[in-house]
Nanobody, 133 residues
Protein backbone atom coordinates (compact mmCIF):
# COMPACT_ATOMS: atom_id res chain seq x y z
CA UNK A 1 0.00 0.00 0.00
CA UNK A 2 1.33 3.41 -0.94
CA UNK A 3 0.03 6.88 -0.20
CA UNK A 4 1.53 9.94 -1.83
CA UNK A 5 0.33 13.28 -0.50
CA UNK A 6 1.00 16.57 -2.24
CA UNK A 7 -0.31 20.07 -2.79
CA UNK A 8 1.14 21.95 0.14
CA UNK A 9 2.72 25.38 -0.12
CA UNK A 10 2.77 28.93 1.14
CA UNK A 11 -0.53 30.81 1.23
CA UNK A 12 -1.73 34.05 2.77
CA UNK A 13 -4.33 34.09 5.56
CA UNK A 14 -7.79 33.76 4.06
CA UNK A 15 -6.47 31.84 1.08
CA UNK A 16 -7.07 28.30 -0.12
CA UNK A 17 -5.12 25.17 -0.94
CA UNK A 18 -6.09 21.72 -2.15
CA UNK A 19 -4.14 18.73 -0.94
CA UNK A 20 -4.11 15.43 -2.81
CA UNK A 21 -3.53 11.88 -1.60
CA UNK A 22 -2.93 9.26 -4.28
CA UNK A 23 -3.71 5.79 -2.95
CA UNK A 24 -2.51 2.53 -4.45
CA UNK A 25 -2.10 -1.10 -3.49
CA UNK A 26 -5.31 -1.90 -1.65
CA UNK A 27 -6.56 -5.39 -2.37
CA UNK A 28 -10.07 -4.81 -1.06
CA UNK A 29 -12.63 -2.16 -1.70
CA UNK A 30 -13.43 -0.82 1.73
CA UNK A 31 -11.01 1.43 3.50
CA UNK A 32 -10.99 4.87 5.04
CA UNK A 33 -8.62 7.71 4.23
CA UNK A 34 -7.92 10.37 6.79
CA UNK A 35 -6.12 13.69 6.79
CA UNK A 36 -3.99 14.69 9.75
CA UNK A 37 -1.57 17.47 10.55
CA UNK A 38 1.27 18.09 12.92
CA UNK A 39 2.57 21.51 13.87
CA UNK A 40 6.00 21.98 15.48
CA UNK A 41 5.92 20.97 19.11
CA UNK A 42 2.36 19.65 18.92
CA UNK A 43 0.77 16.22 18.67
CA UNK A 44 -0.57 14.93 15.38
CA UNK A 45 -4.17 16.03 14.97
CA UNK A 46 -6.93 14.33 13.03
CA UNK A 47 -8.83 16.62 10.66
CA UNK A 48 -11.14 14.65 8.42
CA UNK A 49 -11.79 11.22 6.95
CA UNK A 50 -13.76 9.64 4.14
CA UNK A 51 -14.74 6.06 3.50
CA UNK A 52 -16.05 4.12 0.51
CA UNK A 53 -19.60 4.34 1.81
CA UNK A 54 -21.41 6.95 -0.31
CA UNK A 55 -21.74 10.23 1.50
CA UNK A 56 -19.64 9.22 4.48
CA UNK A 57 -17.26 11.88 5.74
CA UNK A 58 -16.26 13.25 9.10
CA UNK A 59 -14.58 16.45 10.29
CA UNK A 60 -12.97 17.64 13.46
CA UNK A 61 -14.42 20.76 15.02
CA UNK A 62 -11.25 22.69 14.23
CA UNK A 63 -11.82 22.48 10.46
CA UNK A 64 -15.54 21.88 10.09
CA UNK A 65 -16.99 24.41 7.68
CA UNK A 66 -13.59 25.41 6.26
CA UNK A 67 -12.17 22.14 4.92
CA UNK A 68 -13.86 19.70 2.55
CA UNK A 69 -12.79 16.12 1.90
CA UNK A 70 -13.63 14.35 -1.34
CA UNK A 71 -12.63 11.34 -3.36
CA UNK A 72 -12.13 10.58 -7.03
CA UNK A 73 -12.78 6.86 -7.29
CA UNK A 74 -11.55 6.71 -10.89
CA UNK A 75 -8.05 7.76 -9.88
CA UNK A 76 -8.10 6.59 -6.22
CA UNK A 77 -7.24 10.10 -5.10
CA UNK A 78 -8.56 11.78 -1.98
CA UNK A 79 -8.56 15.56 -1.77
CA UNK A 80 -8.68 18.02 1.09
CA UNK A 81 -9.92 21.42 0.00
CA UNK A 82 -8.82 23.98 2.58
CA UNK A 83 -10.48 27.39 2.55
CA UNK A 84 -10.31 30.42 4.84
CA UNK A 85 -6.88 29.37 6.00
CA UNK A 86 -5.49 30.89 9.17
CA UNK A 87 -1.97 31.09 10.56
CA UNK A 88 -2.81 28.31 13.01
CA UNK A 89 -3.32 25.92 10.08
CA UNK A 90 0.43 25.93 9.47
CA UNK A 91 1.67 22.34 9.80
CA UNK A 92 2.83 19.27 7.95
CA UNK A 93 -0.24 17.53 6.56
CA UNK A 94 -0.45 13.75 6.16
CA UNK A 95 -2.94 11.42 4.62
CA UNK A 96 -3.34 7.95 6.09
CA UNK A 97 -5.28 4.79 5.36
CA UNK A 98 -7.14 2.31 7.52
CA UNK A 99 -6.91 -1.17 6.02
CA UNK A 100 -9.25 -2.92 8.44
CA UNK A 101 -12.45 -1.34 7.25
CA UNK A 102 -13.35 -0.58 10.85
CA UNK A 103 -13.18 3.22 10.66
CA UNK A 104 -16.61 4.75 10.20
CA UNK A 105 -16.36 8.26 8.83
CA UNK A 106 -19.81 9.41 9.83
CA UNK A 107 -21.11 11.76 12.50
CA UNK A 108 -23.36 8.98 13.81
CA UNK A 109 -20.25 7.08 14.81
CA UNK A 110 -18.21 9.98 16.20
CA UNK A 111 -18.07 8.15 19.56
CA UNK A 112 -15.88 5.54 17.86
CA UNK A 113 -13.25 8.24 17.24
CA UNK A 114 -12.73 7.86 13.50
CA UNK A 115 -9.75 10.27 13.63
CA UNK A 116 -7.79 8.30 16.21
CA UNK A 117 -4.33 8.00 14.66
CA UNK A 118 -3.94 4.49 16.08
CA UNK A 119 -6.67 3.27 13.74
CA UNK A 120 -4.61 4.11 10.64
CA UNK A 121 -1.97 1.75 9.28
CA UNK A 122 -0.38 3.46 6.29
CA UNK A 123 0.84 7.03 6.04
CA UNK A 124 1.94 9.41 3.34
CA UNK A 125 5.22 11.26 3.56
CA UNK A 126 3.63 14.59 4.47
CA UNK A 127 3.31 17.93 2.73
CA UNK A 128 4.09 21.30 4.32
CA UNK A 129 1.39 23.96 4.52
CA UNK A 130 2.46 27.42 5.63
CA UNK A 131 -0.07 30.20 6.17
CA UNK A 132 1.65 33.54 6.47
CA UNK A 133 1.38 37.08 5.26
Amino acid sequence: VQLVDSGGGLVQPGGSLRLSCAVSGFTHDYYAIGWFRQAPGKEREGLSCISNMPGDSFYSDSVKGRFTISKDTATNTVYLQMDSLIVEDTAVYYCAADRSGAVYCNERYSYLKPLDILKYDFWGQGTQVTVSS
